[in-house]
């Protein structure tokens, strides 16, 4: 695979965009920088022809996991096309708002009021807000991946290693004021002794416990109930961040099938495959308190993204995607596993079956990841160390990504047994933190 044309527009993104692109995930250092495709042309279904005309199987991150339904879904985009031939934006507000309100309502009984916005980190920010607002506290304890406000990187200040567990690791803090290393802490997933000691260190302080569902982690049986019931004792506000998770484990969102019940519940725009809205709902006494401070944005008031999520939420739950989800990723967990355990690669599988991840634990695990990455794109494969299943994915796409995963890895076994690996890279290896980036 060839991309002069990718390449040089990467050279231009560097030099105009500030940290290459709009979402740092996507950048070809986490890939094989001078070695991936960067730029698409056209996206359908679970296809992608990038702007040099390569067609490729996204196996990767199918939009950072918003396309719960696939690229392009017609469905969705017919009813996106209806709105912008009527009009967008409007002096007057949008029926679809309040439809789709209604619809949260009828999924999530006890979330009685919900406030839209356009991203998940607006969404979080906004339920932040509340609950310091509700509770007239604030300090905020979090557990899992939430974007890159101060409340939530200024876990970072103290100890630079706090979020590294989520996400990007590595995340720097310049710009964060340093007052937030004493308001934003950081417990790992399923370690209830860290969050009790939080509050113990912070007694009648904690605004609200911002909180990542992570089905795939195995942890003790009562973790859930026994986070829910530390919430409750410090009077805090339980805000459940289902960005990632929602119609991945089940229709409407991880809390439903894990038996926890938040006050504040935040989906962003996998809920419109992809479309932007974000949406923070809420119990009414939690979500009253947004009447004693000021949220607002003239962005939030276009009806495209409301639109989009209605049909795509509807579509999720008539055709039951997240069973769908499960099924594909289990595939991918299993083979990949297995293929592994045959070329002996030294990777652990981890994660829910919806949201597989493949943590490659060579000592030179950089060289393996970019190797990977650039052999799966002469299979016709865009391939990384996570995969986002879709709707659209069917079991051969999924038969086909494991024979090409065969021959790769394959080759890195022999490349590796001539320590070779290295000098066969067409770019450079994968980043595999944040540190050393430009």
Same mark, same amino acid.
């Not at 961040?241 to 989906?267: C, K, Q």
């Not at 989800?325 to 030294?346: N, Y």
């Given at each position: 695979m060839k991309y002069p044309k990718g390449l040089e527009t990467l050279e231009k993104a560097k030099q105009w965009i500030a940290g290459t692109s709009p979402g @740092?995930? #996507?950048?070809?250092?986490?890939?094989? +920088?001078?070695?991936?495709?960067?730029?698409?042309?056209?996206?359908?279904?679970?296809?992608?022809? %990038?702007?040099d005309d390569n067609h490729f199987i996204d196996m990767a991150f199918a939009g950072d996991g918003s396309t719960l339904l696939g690229y392009a879904d017609p469905e969705v985009d017919q009813a996106v096309m209806e709105v912008l031939q009527s009009g967008a934006v409007c002096t007057l507000?949008?029926?679809?708002?309040?439809?789709?309100?209604e619809y949260f309502n009828r999924i999530h009984p006890w979330a009685? @009021?919900?406030?839209?916005?356009?991203?998940?980190t607006e969404a979080l920010g906004i339920a932040v807000r509340i609950a310091r607002a509700y509770t007239k506290k604030d300090k905020i304890i979090?557990?899992?991946e939430h974007g890159w406000q101060d409340w939530y990187l200024g876990a970072n200040l103290k100890n630079p290693q706090a979020l590294d567990n989520y996400g990007i690791k590595g995340l720097p803090t310049g710009g964060v004021p340093g007052c937030y290393g004493d308001l934003a802490y950081n417990f790992d997933y399923g370690r209830i002794e860290q969050l009790r000691e939080i509050m113990e260190k912070n007694p009648g302080q904690i605004a609200a416990v911002v909180f990542e569902p992570d089905p795939g982690r195995k942890v003790r049986p009562d973790f859930l109930l026994e986070l829910e019931k530390a919430i409750r004792e410090m009077e805090a506000?339980?805000?459940?961040?289902?960005?990632?998770?929602?119609? #991945?484990?089940?229709?409407?969102?991880?809390?439903?099938?894990?038996?926890?019940?938040?006050?504040?519940?935040?989906?962003?725009?996998?809920i419109a495959n992809g479309y932007p809205i974000?949406?923070?709902?809420?119990? @009414?006494?939690?979500?009253?308190?947004?009447?004693?401070?000021?949220? %607002?944005?003239?962005?939030?008031?276009?009806?495209i993204g409301a639109k989009a999520a209605l049909?795509?939420?509807?579509?999720?739950?008539?055709?039951?995607?997240?069973?769908?989800?499960?099924?594909?990723?289990?595939?991918?967990? +299993?083979?990949?596993?297995?293929?592994?355990?045959?070329? +002996?690669?030294?990777?652990?599988?981890?994660?829910?079956?919806?949201?597989?991840r493949i943590d490659f634990r060579d000592e030179n695990a950089p060289e393996?990841?970019?190797?990977?990455?650039?052999?799966?794109? %002469?299979?016709?494969?865009?391939?990384? %160390?996570?995969?986002?299943?879709?709707?659209?994915?069917?079991t051969d796409h999924v038969t086909s990504y494991l024979l090409a995963v065969k021959s790769t890895f394959g080759m890195i076994q022999e490349a590796q047994k001539e320590s070779r690996l290295k000098e066969l890279l067409k770019g450079k290896p994968s980043a595999m933190n944040y540190n050393g980036l430009d």
């Open positions: @740092q995930i #996507r950048r070809s250092e986490f890939y094989s +920088d001078g070695a991936w495709p960067s730029f698409f042309k056209k996206a359908k279904g679970v296809e992608v022809w %990038d702007i507000d949008a029926p679809e708002m309040v439809e789709l309100a009685k @009021q919900t406030k839209f916005a356009k991203t998940k979090q557990c899992g506000v339980f805000i459940v961040n289902e960005s990632r998770t929602a119609y #991945r484990m089940s229709t409407g969102g991880a809390h439903l099938s894990m038996g926890i019940t938040p006050d504040m519940a935040v989906f962003s725009n996998s974000s949406a923070v709902i809420g119990s @009414q006494e939690v979500m009253d308190a947004h009447k004693t401070t000021f949220i %607002d944005d003239a962005g939030w008031q276009e009806r049909v795509c939420m509807k579509k999720c739950a008539i055709h039951d995607v997240a069973f769908h989800l499960l099924k594909i990723g289990k595939r991918f967990q +299993d083979g990949i596993t297995q293929l592994a355990e045959q070329f +002996d690669i030294k990777l652990r599988v981890k994660g829910y079956p919806a949201l597989p393996v990841k970019a190797f990977f990455v650039q052999k799966m794109l %002469d299979f016709g494969f865009l391939a990384s %160390d996570r995969f986002y299943p879709t709707f659209a994915h069917e």
